[in-house]
Every structure is written in C-alpha cells, then in structure tokens.
C-alpha cells in the first residue's frame, strides 16, 4: 500500500513530539515533494518518505534508524519506502547505500533543508524573497548553520548528477509553497 502524507503524519506522531524535530520533517517533506515534481515522480509520496525520515530519531538518537525499520514494516509500510528511509543515513548510521532517485534526494535535502532554514530565518521576509544567490552565500560560509554537513549535500548532490544550486534551488521553491506553516515568512510585516 502506498504511504501517504496523512498516514506518515499519523506514524511519526507516535514517535515524534518535539516541535523542531516536527519541523524539520515538514521542511524536508516539502522539498522532497519537489525533488519529486522535478523528476516527474509522485510528490505526496516523496513527501510522505520525508516526513518519516527520523522516525526513531526522537527516541534514539545515538542510535538513529536502528529503531525504525521493524516498526514501520509492522505498521504496514512498504519495504522500499523503509529502505528509503533507512538510505538517509548512509555513511553515518546505517550501511543501505541510496540507489533510487527517492533515497538519493532524501539523502540530500536532509541536511540540505537544514541550512536553507537557517537563511531564510535571517531574512526579513523569510523564505518568500530568498534566492539562490544569497542562499549560496550561506551555504559557502561554513561557520553559517556550522551543524549541517556540507560535504554529504554536496556527496548526495554527485550522486543525483545535479549542481548544488539546481537543488538548492528546487528545495527553496518546494519550501516557499509552504512558507507560514514552516515558519519561515520572516520578521516583518508585509
């Protein structure tokens, strides 16, 4: 069966309750629903994956994606979008590789998402006004967002065959769609 947005949600909630951990699945579910639109693939799905993606991470975080894929089977999720999931943290905390574009998207915007959302809380405007220029800006600076790795955007970049900025880019749109519920329309008034 088909995970959807609304069951994602539903999961996530048994596991997820701290507010910034909720926000960034919203914010890495958003811009995996470009990635999606972009590669001409199902955008509610891609962003169902997103929204799951730190399941277990809430709970275990020294043991993050170790505590997911048993549950999520149970739960009735298909094995592909669990080995998705899993294939975010390749390298780090689980040995699954990406393969598909879905997993190798997740693996970028993950941390990607990150960074954008510390730009666009620096702005005025938020997300809406944000381009790719001053987001590179930011991203080149490595003290900016210090805790986003870089090198595993840039790694999941190589492996989608696509510059940082296209992506960037992609995720920024994906994100600016969804811009008052990820809390990201900026400081002022319009």
């Given at each position: 069966?088909?995970?959807?947005?609304?069951?994602?949600?539903?999961?996530?909630?048994t596991q997820v309750t701290e507010e910034h951990l909720l926000l960034h699945a919203?914010?890495?579910?958003?811009?995996?629903?470009?990635?999606?639109?972009?590669?001409?693939?199902?955008?509610?799905?891609?962003?169902?994956?997103?929204?799951?993606?730190?399941?277990?991470?809430?709970?275990?975080?020294?043991?993050?994606?170790?505590?997911?894929?048993?549950?999520?089977?149970?739960?009735?999720?298909?094995?592909?979008?669990?080995?998705?999931?899993?294939?975010?943290?390749?390298?780090i905390c689980s040995d699954v590789k990406p393969e598909t574009l879905m997993e190798?998207?997740?693996?970028?915007?993950?941390?990607?998402?990150?960074?954008?959302?510390?730009?666009?809380?620096?702005?005025?405007?938020?997300?809406?006004?944000?381009?790719?220029?001053?987001?590179?800006?930011?991203?080149?600076?490595?003290?900016?967002?210090?805790?986003?790795?870089?090198?595993?955007?840039?790694?999941?970049?190589?492996?989608?065959?696509?510059?940082?900025?296209?992506?960037?880019?992609?995720?920024?749109?994906?994100?600016?769609?969804?811009?008052?519920?990820?809390?990201?329309?900026?400081?002022?008034?319009?």
């Open positions: 069966m088909k995970l959807t947005v609304e069951r994602a949600k539903e999961l996530n909630g919203l914010n890495v579910a958003y811009a995996m629903g470009a990635m999606a639109k972009h590669f001409g693939e199902d955008a509610e799905h891609w962003e169902a994956i997103g929204i799951l993606h730190d399941y277990d991470y809430e709970k275990y975080p020294e043991e993050h994606l170790q505590h997911t894929q048993a549950p999520l089977l149970a739960a009735g999720v298909d094995e592909a979008d669990v080995r998705a999931i899993l294939s975010h943290g390749w390298g190798k998207s997740l693996f970028t915007v993950d941390e990607l998402t990150g960074i954008i959302q510390a730009a666009a809380r620096m702005r005025p405007l938020g997300i809406t006004d944000l381009e790719i220029k001053s987001f590179m800006k930011k991203f080149k600076d490595k003290r900016f967002a210090a805790k986003c790795d870089r090198a595993l955007v840039l790694q999941g970049c190589e492996m989608l065959g696509m510059d940082i900025r296209d992506v960037a880019e992609i995720c920024i749109e994906g994100m600016k769609e969804h811009a008052a519920e990820l809390g990201l329309t900026g400081t002022q008034e319009e």
